[in-house]
């Protein structure tokens, strides 16, 4: 055998071992992702008895006059929050990237607060704030919180700190040199306000918009729990699976619901195709000159919405342990004691530690090790680009709409994945699933930072691409996968609609438990458990920072060199 060939061998044998993995990642994904997607199309095609009916399910909804209004009532919210949330994420990510003003780290810090707490704990806020009992319900002038006026507010402060997090990142893209060119010509600040500064974010913006948008029209937990009679796309479909077993129309009401999300991933993905590079190598960090009225103004407006973000959050906290609202407002743990309110007591909120245990691990595996294949591995094209269709296509499926998929695909007669309903196992698959996207762009981020020399050098000394990927490319990326496995975790505990359909009697969350709750009269119980749930989340994120920035940042020094 020649020495050509000898080399070849192992070279060989590495492709075809990273195209069998890239091809068990395509089945994992459509397994999780895709087959549970077409199920739900095809029992929205289908009567009760399973035959094909073509489109009589649609012509039925459209044809209901309160099925109709569900759908106008959801594009009307998502339309109107979206319509306040951007200006005001707009204003408030102004203050922290184009001013001096202090405390710039802790106004960040409290915009992200909502993030570590499931969508509910703000409906829950309002009604103790301006609900019946409310402290504040005059300030209504004998409006009820409970419907549109309550749905918007809560949604607001549920997605402002999304859409802060991409507008900000689009400030900060700024060249001053262009700031520079526009003080020496003596253009006037309102000009170049105008001219320079809003078309440079006008795509982070849009996409804010349609992020907004998106995360409204398909919460569950907002309309569930300060909705009232206002029915909204979320709350119906819940209707009509769990309270009327019509799984067919459930079906049809999750596609309506998928066709506003695509549509706004879609326009989203070409309107970014038209944005260009706003950072060259030349380009110079833009640095805000010190203004005092300016940098007043947009203190006491971050001022007042982070007051208004730590009320939010604070509210149900300190409601948590009032003995009995409002007539007797002394301190009491007793509506910790969960076995009084919940059949399961704390195993709801122990289940969800499980299961965003669970998620976080094997998730985080999949994702980094998927990205791995896709990014690094020299597969067939045609493999790599389906792999990274199935990895990206949960960003564009609301949770609610993936988790009815999961209903029928698992519970389908010819399904051999029937024994999954009500296990852990499911809501662990699930949730993966519904938070893939964002840890693979991530990850796929990271490992694009890496020189690809790495593979080239161990390719020649015949090391195989899994010991560089266990000895050089897992070290170098640790940051990134605690980033993927923190984000998978928090989301893990905060989740909501994605597992409504899915959990059993042993397999309870505290997201659930917390509707339970709220729906039998325990507010104050469900504002304890959610309040649980923040603090959990706030604890892991802490803990993250601190790992990060003492042990993982030593895996980074060589970036700095």
């Known amino acids: 055998m020649s020495g050509d060939a000898r080399l070849r061998r192992p070279l060989i044998r590495e492709q075809t071992v990273a195209t069998l993995l890239v091809l068990a990642l395509i089945i994992v994904l459509v397994l999780i992702i895709a087959l549970p997607l077409w199920s739900l199309l095809s029992k929205s095609l ?17 044809a209901t006059p309160s099925m109709v209004s569900a759908l106008f009532n959801s594009l009307g919210v998502a339309l109107m929050t979206t319509l306040l949330v951007v200006p005001l994420a707009f204003a408030y990510a102004y203050a922290l990237t184009r001013s001096r003003m202090p405390a710039k780290g802790v106004f960040m810090g409290i915009a992200l607060l909502p993030i570590f707490a499931p969508s509910l704990l703000g409906a829950i806020s309002l009604i103790y704030l301006f609900g019946n009992q409310g402290v504040l319900k005059g300030l209504l002038f004998g409006h009820s919180i409970y419907g549109p006026i309550g749905i918007v507010f809560a949604e607001v402060c549920y997605c402002f700190p999304h859409a802060v997090m991409i507008i ?17 010509l003596g253009t006037k600040p309102t000009r170049v306000f105008f001219t320079i500064t809003l078309p440079g974010v006008r795509y982070a913006a849009i996409s804010a918009a349609f992020v907004v948008f998106t995360l409204v029209i398909t919460d569950f937990g907002i309309p569930k729990v300060i909705g009232g009679q206002f029915t909204v796309l979320a709350t119906d479909a819940y209707k009509q699976i769990v309270g009327q077993q019509n799984f067919e129309m459930g079906a049809v009401v999750g596609l309506i619901l998928l066709v506003p999300a695509v549509l706004a991933f879609f326009v989203d993905r070409q309107i970014q195709k038209r944005q260009v590079a706003l950072l060259s190598a030349r380009a110079v960090a833009y640095e805000p000159k010190p203004a005092p ?14 007051l208004v973000l730590v009320a939010m959050l604070g509210m149900a906290i300190w409601a948590s342990f009032i003995r009995y ?24 909120y122990l289940t969800s530690l499980a299961m965003a245990g669970c ?87 990271a490992l694009k930072q890496i020189d690809g020399e790495f593979e080239a050098v161990s390719a020649s000394l015949k090391v195989p691409f899994w010991t560089t990927f266990r000895r050089v490319t897992v070290p170098i990326s640790m ?40 729906e039998s009269g325990a507010t104050a119980p469900a504002a304890a458990m959610a309040t649980c749930i923040v603090l959990t989340a706030i604890g892991a994120k802490t803990l993250h920072v601190v790992l990060d920035r003492l042990v993982f940042s030593r895996l980074q020094v060589w970036r700095k060199r």
Not at 325 to 348: D, I, K, Q, R
Not at 486 to 499: D, E, R
């Open 479 to 518: 940051p990134a996968i605690l980033d993927i496995a923190v984000y998978m975790f928090v989301n893990a505990l905060t989740t909501i609609s994605a597992v409504v359909f899915l959990y059993g009697p042993s397999t309870k969350l505290a997201s659930i438990s917390i509707i339970h709750m709220d």
């Open 293 to 306: 009225m300016r940098d007043a103004l947009l203190l006491a407006f971050s001022s007042v919405i982070g």
């Open 325 to 348: 609202w409002p007539y007797n407002l002394s301190l009491t743990l007793a509506h910790y004691n969960f076995g009084e309110f919940e059949p399961g007591g704390w195993e709801p």
């Open 46 to 62: 289908q009567n009760a008895s399973g035959g094909y009916v073509g489109l009589a399910n649609f012509a039925t909804y459209f």
């Open 168 to 184: 900000a990142t689009g400030l900060r893209l700024a060249d001053g040199r262009l700031y520079e060119v526009a003080e020496a």
């Open 359 to 445: 998620v976080a691990t094997f998730g985080t595996g999949l994702v980094f090790l998927g990205a791995y294949l896709v990014e690094k591995t020299k597969v067939p094209m045609p493999l790599r680009s389906l792999a990274h269709f199935l990895a990206m296509l949960p960003m564009a499926v609301p949770g609610l709409v993936l988790g009815l998929g999961y209903v029928f695909f698992i519970n389908a007669k010819s399904s051999p994945f029937g024994w999954l309903y009500g296990t852990l196992a499911v809501l662990v698959i699930n949730t993966i699933a519904h938070f893939y996207t964002v840890g693979h762009i991530t990850a796929t981020t």
